[in-house]
DNA sequence: CTGAAAGCGCTTACAG
DNA sequence: CTGAAAGCGCTTACAG
């Protein structure tokens, strides 16, 4: 591989010009630069990431945190961020990290170990709730950091509201007419390493409690955010004698579930039984699923132009402060899932 | 944050020492050792990647290059990609590269500067057919490279053998006495970007003639390899008047997809329509989808492998040389979506 | 605008 | 078993 000295010497100039040039850090000639690019270009040249980090302190690598890869919603989060990156011609470093119960050391040597190597410029959190020392080992790090999914986050995040979105969903079907409605959302086991959930069912009780429509008991059921977990908590619900006329699922995926396991036993959806999800599903328009879509994509996308605006590159969003919490838009997409109830 | 040098002083002795006691290469003392570790301990000394890798040429980081994240499949080999390499104690560097006609310069960059910044010791791609100049220009890298998803691969390669993956699949529809059958598949105007969809195809076709039942005309159809592509060919086929008995999909999420479709028109599955898929998806047994699971999530977890022990660590596992072609194993699992056709 | 040179923080022959 | 020292390939004040 060649080296800066090699086009240094091929373009005869120093060593100082070509990093200049090629960098675009300090003034450099019209016809040198000509030179340099030329000579960079026929010697093949790419600058040593491990030389340049190390001479600059700065590594163009942005590590993502995330807790799986095979939900949806993560998976689109994460296409996001790297597209953004991509753009920006900086690199990914992705970390999975297991929850807290799962693997307990493989967790811990992530933030003692990995992410202190000086291997990243920033850090993405993609919904995961950190103990307040895994808060302060990350921003013991020094560098710039965003959480997806606070804003109960210490730390800098962006989220949409979720109390919001759930009341939005909420508010749909009691619009509709709906009286008995029953959610499902995390179960409490989950609760130390993910907060939405948690978000998401309070928002959903309140809304309930100022239509003065107070939840039942029961009408609770939790679920691990799959699809098939949705469909068993959907069936624990639709085998009760007062079944619930809706059903407001914490993500799409529960929501498509409900759907199908509303079909297994015979139900009509939506006239028998309307269902809501939160997400923004790419299934969703397949489904006919109603929605609070909360654009992922973006999220990512978002994270990502604000860590590098941190980083002193584009257009710094001036929604985005990393010193707060922005807010992020979120929307609903009536389909064919949600109809008035029929009794 | 602490340096090699403060360690050192910390210890009483030289810097060489500390990297021999720390990187576990070159003779210690046991008593030393003892006191290095204690200071590197107190420090909460962690070693600068950079200046690792400039030292000593590695990087403790491996490439994965994948053309999405919103499939299953790919998600669940990035999973054990990642947890394989997290193991070891390397970091994954993701890069997401678009088709060919999506973004040419988007995919360029990548193997012309991202790849080439010295940032990777090894470099896992995941199911992308790469044209021939990017081959030699991932091989001009010089570092361990290997595919999952050949063997028509020019590089060293993991995959199962799609072509018998299909026949048996075919086979199980043939032995349950189906003679109609169809196939889902890629659409060829994506066959530039991924070769495995070919070969499926390819050894549908194959078993269907060993059987001498030739494939008839209109019984393939070009899906893209989501849930709802699966069920927009199935109904296509459905809706035939001399509509097949059985439909095997290159993919499971084609063929959930399918299921749902023949649902959706009133056709109960197996009875009227005997479906088989090709993964070994997480939904599978939700679906009750009959399926050759080729296990993901160990292909990936193979591929960290044989690029660590190509690397010099872990135990070399001498079935998955890099210099040839790894047959991974698949496995019919028979669920409810297959028997005997009515008619 | 350009270059000489120090320095980033490690690793690794080499010598003892 | 240990240390002194060169060197990895850049970047960046500093001086001109």
Sequence with gaps: MA???DVARHANVSTATVSRTLSGRGPVADATRERVLAAADALGYVVSSSASSLASGRTRN?????????????????????ASLQ???YDTALYVISAHAADPAARRRVFEQSLRRQRIDGLVVVSIALDAREIAQVRALGIPVIAIGGPDSALPSLSVDNVAVARMATAHLLALGHRDIAHIGLSPQFEGDFHIPSRRRKGFEAQMADAEYPVGPGLFEPADYTMEGGARAAHRLLARTDRPTAIFAASDEMAIGAILAARERGLRVP???SIVGVDGHELGEFFSLTTVDQFPLRQGQRAAAAILAELGHAPAPATTPLDTHGEMPFELVVRGSTTSPSR
Excluded: C, M, R
Excluded at 64 to 79: A, I, Y
């Design 87 to 89: 753009a920006a011609d």
């Design 3 to 5: 080296t800066i000295d």
């Design 62 to 82: 942005i590590g993502v945190l995330v807790p799986h890869l095979d939900q949806w919603f993560f998976s689109e989060v994460l296409t996001g961020i790297t």
């Design 271 to 273: 006239e028998d039984l």
